[in-house]
């Protein structure tokens, strides 16, 4: 029996926060100054007009309706790992929930961003929020865009109270292990939070009850976003499938981003006690499993494609597999399945290093996937007279770059200023089940137990 | 019944010489890009000649086929618009409001004639050519969708001018650019709720198809030409 | 206000405070019970557990649900413009938005019960120590009729330590 409070989990998970290194202060400044490039480019995009990108006549979509994609689907990680886990009791999700919440709140600000830098006129961006206006115009409900929107609103709205209310008692933690101006600013945040049974216990239903709300709303979000292409009739957008295929992506795209911040801050926090190789390796599984089901979909999608031989489809399915998409395709098919599928197998090679590599992988050939799913489409529509092509201008790039270096800005920021690990559910990881502490008091009662 | 405008085009008629192009243009305010835009895929001719080439050398074939919006009743570009900047009109056509219009393109990406066009830049009309401006038709500017309209301001002007005269509109009266312009004569344009007017007798002969009648959109332009898909394709 | 507690260092100490305390007469809904963790598995962690959050989250669906079916179907009908020649109520894409304000209400309500439930956010009350984020239980009672009774039995549970405080 302890007879002492041990104190070495909230010790280990809180030295990041009250702790500075001066590496962690030039990374800031390295991506906080691509961010800034990033933020230049789309401000010069918005004096010039669009036609400083690649977008074109008749590819009106490009990298920015590919990073929007993109960067929603890594979004779904948080969700699945947190709220599925959490709703079947898995315990091994302890240390690795927030990790997963907090890419999903950044990756869909991220994402969020994307529509406003496609517009042709963003200044009037806010025409999208139903208000009722002096021109008597309200949204178009029927358009997937404003479908978009409500989505992508309310699954951020979710997913950051997802992620802050866990957050309270930690803010609480802080308040009271600090002094000074950590002291004031944790006392604000922490809301007052004292800990009693009540607390915790509407605390838990609130997430529990959350958890349930937002496994559909995760669902229904990513399908929504592959309604901007599957509503046009357009050669092989216009197709069923697309819902479930969208959303699968983004599971397994949310998963290999999961891996890779948690190999980083494992090293760069020195978290290797709670990140454990079991967590990798069980995330792998669910990687691999997500891999065969992607490779299942696109086959679906493919073989039926082609088989219909319908000629407005071929031209766009052919330039995919052996005409001037075909190079980015096949890189696609070998990061996403080919590159994956041995090392998240055969178990010698799933080290925490092979699933980070798998995981680069497949956060490459996701982006190329979203990119090949628009352009080659939008390439052969309508009258061959009219069909076209893409490349990308340095602005994309630059605001493609900004993107990731953002996401990794927010995530450092945030990891400097919240435990990146839950310090109370890992706390609570060390209890013995009810069951078993019911027999503790038993025992102890009957004399058998000092 | 309120009108409801369409076109018939002869393609056995047409001989490709982009006059209609150029009118269009110059009667509503369409921007010349410049070469390195033009060359980046960025030209914007709201009615454009398409041509195809057929056969082997020297039993070469040429065709010609005027591509302009084709006003469809069930237009797919109108339910995705966000704004209600693409709509339908009472008198058939679709119409494009510009003030409403916040760039999003998906409009053109769910066009399947790619006939609408996106100002990609702000357009520019170096002195003295702003002089040509059209003042009836309004000036885009950058990061609006724009596309063929019929030339509404002339049927506009023509309905305020019969109504002012006090008299139905005549049958022909009302031509946008493109037919007024077309040197052999193989546009028509008039109200085919009018069971006699010219469009609506062309719009049921035998010569008779619609572009990409199977993707649904109901397109108001018939095509007319001597050998029907059909006739060509059977026996 | 005073308060007359002791910090623990176990659950099982804290449960036998918890017991000595209702031995010696003082009612369950006298003792205040603080922790850095929820400590379910215990009987003294698993009171006020009954919600009724569940039905209040379904009420917030409802309200969610409405609103989306009004917002859609009324500003569709207060300027009927034709898009594609579909309905000008559209049913089936409405739902969408229906779907999506269903679930924020059933989330906001959640969120609104645990911070009326909850209490927070509001001012840190007096009754706290922060010995508690150093993963000790805190186990007292406010404003006690009789101090002695509510200390002793608070230091019968070896390991245990009192306090004392004028508040």
Not at chain 1, 18 to 33: C, E, G, M
Not at chain 1, 292 to 299: A, I
Not at chain 1, 319 to 324: L, P, V
Not at chain 3, 97 to 103: D, V
Request: charged share 15%; glycine share 6%; proline share 6%.
């Amino acid at each position: 029996m302890k007879r002492t409070a041990d104190n070495s989990i909230t010790d280990d998970l809180l030295r990041p926060v009250l702790q500075t290194s001066k590496a962690f202060f030039v990374a800031v400044a390295i991506l906080a100054a691509i961010v800034a490039s990033g933020f230049s480019a789309w401000a010069y995009q918005i004096y010039y007009g669009i036609g400083v990108t690649g977008d074109n006549w008749p590819v009106f979509w490009g990298f920015h309706e590919t990073n929007f994609v993109f960067w929603i689907g890594i979004s779904h990680a948080g969700t699945l790992i947190s709220a599925i886990l959490r709703i079947v009791n898995a315990t091994w999700r302890r240390p690795v929930t927030r990790c997963a919440e907090v890419i999903t709140a950044f990756a869909l600000m991220i994402g969020a961003m994307f529509p406003l830098v496609h517009l042709g006129r963003p200044w009037l961006a806010w025409w999208l929020i139903p208000y009722p206006s002096e021109r008597l115009l309200w949204p178009n409900y029927r358009s997937p865009l404003v479908w978009d929107f409500f989505a992508i609103n309310t699954y951020l709205l979710s997913s950051l109270l997802f992620l802050g209310l866990p957050a309270i008692p930690d803010f609480a933690l802080i308040r009271d292990r600090t002094t000074g101006w950590r002291n004031s600013l944790y006392g604000k945040l922490s809301l007052g939070w004292q800990g009693t049974p009540k607390q915790w216990h509407r605390l838990e239903s609130a997430m529990h009850l959350m958890s349930l709300a937002i496994i559909p709303i995760a669902i229904s979000v990513h399908t929504i976003v592959s309604f901007d292409f599957s509503m046009a009739v357009v050669p092989m957008w216009h197709s069923t499938i697309f819902g479930p295929y969208f959303v699968v992506g983004a599971i397994f795209s949310g998963i290999a981003a999961l891996n890779i911040v948690m190999a980083i801050i494992r090293k760069a926090l020195h978290l290797e006690k709670y990140l454990q190789p079991i967590h990798f390796q069980n995330l792998g599984k669910l990687m691999l499993a997500m891999s065969l089901l992607w490779g299942y979909f696109v086959f679906n999608e493919r073989l039926v494609t082609w088989y219909g031989n319908t000629p407005h489809e071929m031209a766009a399915l052919w330039s995919t597999q052996m005409g001037r998409y075909s190079p980015l395709f096949w890189t696609m098919v070998f990061c996403n399945f080919i590159l994956p599928f041995p090392l998240l197998t055969i178990r010698k090679l799933r080290s925490i290093r092979a699933i980070v590599i798998a995981s680069c992988g497949v956060v490459i050939g996701m982006w190329l996937e979203r990119f090949l799913i628009i352009v080659p489409s939008l390439s052969y529509k309508g009258t061959p007279y009219s069909w076209g092509s893409y490349m990308p201008r340095w602005p994309e790039i630059a605001i493609l770059s900004a993107s990731f270096a953002a996401m990794a800005l927010l995530y450092l920021l945030f990891s400097k200023f919240i435990p990146i690990i839950s310090i109370w559910e890992m706390k609570v990881g060390e209890h013995p089940s009810i069951k078993v502490a019911a027999k503790v008091q038993e025992a102890e009662a009957a004399g058998e137990l000092i | 019944m309120s009108h409801q405008w369409g076109m018939a085009v002869d393609l056995d008629r047409c001989t490709g010489c982009e006059a209609c192009v150029v009118a269009c243009h110059s009667e509503n305010n369409i921007p010349t890009v410049g070469e390195s835009e033009a060359a980046r895929g960025r030209a914007m001719h709201w009615i454009r000649i398409e041509r195809y080439w057929e056969g082997e050398f020297p039993e070469v074939k040429v065709k010609f086929r005027p591509v302009l919006c084709q006003q469809c009743d069930e237009a797919p570009c109108e339910p995705v618009c966000p704004t209600y900047a693409s709509s339908h009109s009472e008198e058939g056509l679709n119409s494009q409001i510009y003030n409403r219009c916040i760039g999003t393109r998906y409009c053109a990406n769910a066009c399947g004639y790619n006939v609408r066009f996106f100002n990609f830049l702000t357009p520019v009309w170096d002195k003295p050519l702003h002089l040509q401006l059209n003042p009836d038709v309004s000036v885009r500017e950058g990061g609006v969708m724009e596309k063929c309209t019929f030339c509404i301001q002339r049927i506009n002007a023509g309905k305020v001018a019969s109504g002012l005269a006090q008299r139905p509109l005549v049958d022909g009266e009302i031509q946008p650019a493109c037919v007024q312009s077309c040197t052999a004569n193989a546009m028509v344009f008039g109200d085919l709720a009018d069971p006699e007017s010219a469009v609506s007798k062309l719009a049921n002969s035998t010569r008779g198809t619609k572009l990409l009648e199977e993707l649904g959109t109901k397109p108001k332009i018939t095509y007319l030409q001597r050998e029907s898909w059909h006739e060509t394709h059977s026996g | 206000m005073s308060a007359v507690y002791g910090l623990f260092t176990t659950p099982e100490l804290a449960q036998q405070a918890v017991d000595e305390l209702k031995a010696v007469g003082i009612p369950e809904s006298e003792i205040t019970i603080q922790s850095s963790e929820p400590l379910e598995e215990y009987e003294f962690g698993s009171r006020d557990r009954a919600t009724l959050m569940p039905w209040i989250a379904v009420l917030g669906a409802a309200i969610g649900m409405a609103t989306g079916y009004f917002l859609t179907s009324v500003t569709q009908r207060s300027w009927a413009i034709n898009t594609g020649g579909m309905p000008i109520v559209t049913t089936w894409s409405n739902l969408i938005i229906i779907f999506e304000l269903t679930m924020l209400g059933a989330v906001f309500a959640s969120v609104l019960t645990l911070l009326v439930s909850a209490r927070i956010p509001r001012r840190l009350p007096k009754f706290y120590d922060r010995e508690i984020s150093n993963r000790k239980i805190l186990i007292g009672v406010a404003n006690p009729r009789n101090v002695s009774k509510v200390e002793h039995a608070l230091r019968a549970s070896s390991g245990g330590v009192r306090r004392v405080e004028n508040l």
